[in-house]
C-alpha cells in the first residue's frame, strides 16, 4: 500500500498576520486539516475563512502523559493519511523547534509508513528572543518546561523556556532552579506574545508559580549563567565535607590548619609553574590546550586547599567558603568605587593609587606598607615595597636610573668585603626589581623563568651526558663545560 502524505505547517506564535504565506496557501487546498490542538489564536480566525480543523484536544484529557499523548496523535495522523492518501497537520509555531509530533512523524517516514512534507513558521521563540533582547546565538538555549526538572540538570547560561502551562510546571522549574540560583533572581515571563493582550514582566524566582497564572501561551526566561559554577562548587564543598566525616578518609579527618599549610604553598608555587607553561602572550593568541589544561588541573588543587580550610574553619564555628566568597565580593566591590561608585579613575596609576588607600582605611593603618607579609620572597617583597611607594607617587625610578644603579651596585662589588658586598648585591636586585617594574616585568616571575630555563638545558645536558658515556660527577671541567655548550641557550 502507498503510504499516505502528511504535510506539517506552523501555525506561528499567534494569530494569521504571523503566519508565513506559504503555510496559509498550503491550508487553503488540502481538504483534511488536522491541528493538534484548537487553543490557538490563528485557528478560530482560518475557521472564520472557512478552514476548519480536526483537533487532538481531547486526546489531552485522557492521555497518561505527554509521550503517550504526542504517539497517540502520531498514530492517528499516519491512519488517516493512510486513509485519505494525503492531509495538513497544523502545529503551533515552527513545526521544528519544540514540537515531538513532528520528531515521531519524522520517524514514521523514516520507517516508510508516510511520506513527510514541512512548511516552517514563525516560532514563539522568534518574538520572545525579539522582546528580550537576545541574541541566541550568543549561548541562549530554547528548553522544554514539561521535562525541565529531568532535562535542566548541567543546563546553565540563558535559558528560554517553553511549555511552562500550569502552575505545576513553573513550581517544578522553580524548584531546580532553586538549587543554584537565590530566591531573588530575576525571572521573566513572556505571555501570549504577537496578541493584544502580551504580556512580558520580571519577578523574583521565588514567586514564579505564585504570581503567575500560566497558560498554554506561557514561558519563562533566566539567566542561569553561574548556575553550573555554583552546582560544581556546591559539590566540591560536600565531598570535602564528606571526607572530614566519620567514615570518611583519616588522612583529611587528621589534618589542621597549621598542617595543610605547606600543601597550600606547593599548590600555589605548582599553579605559578603551569602558568609559566602557557604561551607568553595567553589568553590571546593559539590556545594551548596542554598546557591550559595542566593549568585547569593545578587550580583544582589549588581550589580544594581553600575550601579544605573553610571546612576546618566551618567545623570550628568561626566561618564558612559562603562567608569567604561573600567577603571577597564585597572587598572588590569596596576596592572599585570607579566601577560601582562615583569615583573617577581612567588610568591603571589611578586605580591602584584608590586601592592602597582603600585597603588602609580598611586595615586602620596609617602606613600602606604595614600589610605587606615580610615572610614573601625577597623579590616579590620589594616589588610589593616599591609599588606601594609608586601609589602615593614616589617613583621607584626610570630604566636609565635603574641601569644606573645597577651600574653602580656593580662598580662596588668589585672591591667590597663581606659586609659591603651584602648591601651591595642588595642594592643591584633591588635595581633589577625597579628595572622591571619600569617595563612592566615581574621581577620574581622573570628569575623564576630563567630558572626554569637553566633546569631545562641542564637535563638536556645530564641527557647528552648518559648518550655519550660520561660520568659528570667523575668528568673534566672542561668536558663538562663542552656538554654544557651542546645541550643549547
Request: proline share 5%; hydrophobic share 45%; net charge negative.
Amino acid at each position: 500500500m502507498t503510504p499516505g502524505h502528511v504535510v506539517v505547517v506552523g501555525l506561528g506564535p499567534a494569530g494569521v498576520d504571523l503566519m508565513l504565506p506559504t503555510a496559509r496557501s498550503k491550508l487553503s487546498y488540502m481538504t483534511h486539516r488536522y491541528a493538534r490542538t484548537a487553543r490557538h489564536p490563528a485557528i478560530d480566525e482560518l475557521a472564520r475563512h472557512g478552514l476548519d480543523f480536526e483537533a487532538f484536544d481531547e486526546h489531552y484529557e485522557s492521555a497518561a502523559s505527554f509521550d503517550t499523548l504526542y504517539r497517540a496523535i502520531t498514530d492517528a495522523l499516519v491512519a488517516a493519511a493512510s486513509e485519505h492518501g494525503e492531509i495538513c497537520y497544523a502545529v503551533p509555531g515552527n513545526p521544528a523547534v519544540a514540537e515531538r509530533t513532528v520528531t515521531l512523524l519524522r520517524e514514521a517516514a523514516e520507517r516508510s509508513e508516510i511520506t513527510l512534507e514541512i512548511v516552517p513558521g514563525i516560532s514563539f521563540a522568534d518574538l520572545a528572543w525579539s522582546r528580550l533582547g537576545v541574541d541566541p546565538m550568543d549561548g541562549a538555549r530554547l528548553v522544554d518546561g514539561q521535562a525541565f526538572a529531568v532535562d535542566a540538570a548541567g543546563l546553565h547560561g540563558r535559558l528560554l523556556i517553553g511549555h511552562c502551562t500550569s502552575r505545576l510546571v513553573l513550581s517544578d522549574i522553580k524548584l531546580v532552579l532553586l538549587e543554584v540560583l537565590p530566591p531573588d533572581a530575576p525571572v521573566t515571563v513572556l505571555q501570549r506574545l504577537g496578541l493584544p493582550g502580551e504580556q512580558v514582566l520580571t519577578l523574583a524566582l521565588e514567586a514564579l508559580d505564585r504570581d503567575v497564572e500560566p497558560d498554554h501561551l506561557t514561558s519563562i526566561y533566566v539567566d542561569a549563567g553561574q548556575a553550573a559554577v555554583a552546582g560544581e562548587f556546591a559539590a566540591l564543598v560536600a565531598l570535602s565535607e564528606r571526607l572530614r566525616a566519620p567514615g570518611g578518609c583519616p588522612w583529611d579527618a587528621e589534618q589542621t590548619h597549621h598542617s595543610l599549610a605547606r600543601y597550600l604553598l606547593e599548590e600555589a608555587y605548582e599553579t605559578v609553574e603551569a602558568i609559566e607553561g602557557l604561551p607568553a602572550d595567553a589568553p590571546d593568541g593559539d590556545l594551548d590546550p596542554d598546557a591550559y589544561a595542566r593549568l585547569e588541573d593545578e587550580l583544582g588543587d589549588l581550589l580544594y586547599q581553600v575550601v579544605f580550610h573553610s571546612v576546618l574553619a566551618q567545623e570550628a564555628g568561626s566561618f564558612t567558603i559562603a562567608d569567604v566568597a561573600r567577603g571577597i565580593h564585597e572587598k572588590l566591590v569596596r576596592r572599585h568605587p570607579h566601577i560601582f561608585g562615583d569615583v573617577e579613575a581612567d588610568t591603571v596609576s589611578q586605580v591602584m593609587t584608590n586601592w592602597e588607600q582603600i585597603k588602609k582605611g580598611e586595615k586602620g593603618s596609617d602606613s600602606i606598607v604595614e600589610g605587606i607579609s615580610p615572610g614573601l620572597p625577597s623579590l616579590l617583597y620589594a616589588h610589593k615595597l616599591y609599588r606601594k611607594a609608586a601609589s602615593v607617587g614616589l617613583d621607584p625610578g626610570s630604566d636609565s636610573e635603574a641601569l644606573a644603579r645597577g651600574a653602580a651596585a656593580l662598580a662596588a662589588l668589585r672591591d667590597a668585603d663581606s659586609a659591603a658586598t651584602e648591601v651591595a648585591l642588595g642594592d643591584l636586585l633591588a635595581a633589577a626589581v625597579v628595572l622591571a617594574r619600569s617595563r612592566g616585568v615581574d621581577a620574581e616571575t622573570s628569575l623564576r623563568g630563567w630558572s626554569a630555563r637553566f633546569r631545562d638545558r641542564f637535563v638536556r645536558m645530564e641527557q647528552g651526558a648518559r648518550e655519550q658515556g660520561v660520568d659528570l660527577a667523575a668528568a673534566p671541567t672542561d668536558r663538562v663545560a663542552a656538554l654544557w655548550i651542546e645541550a643549547g641557550p
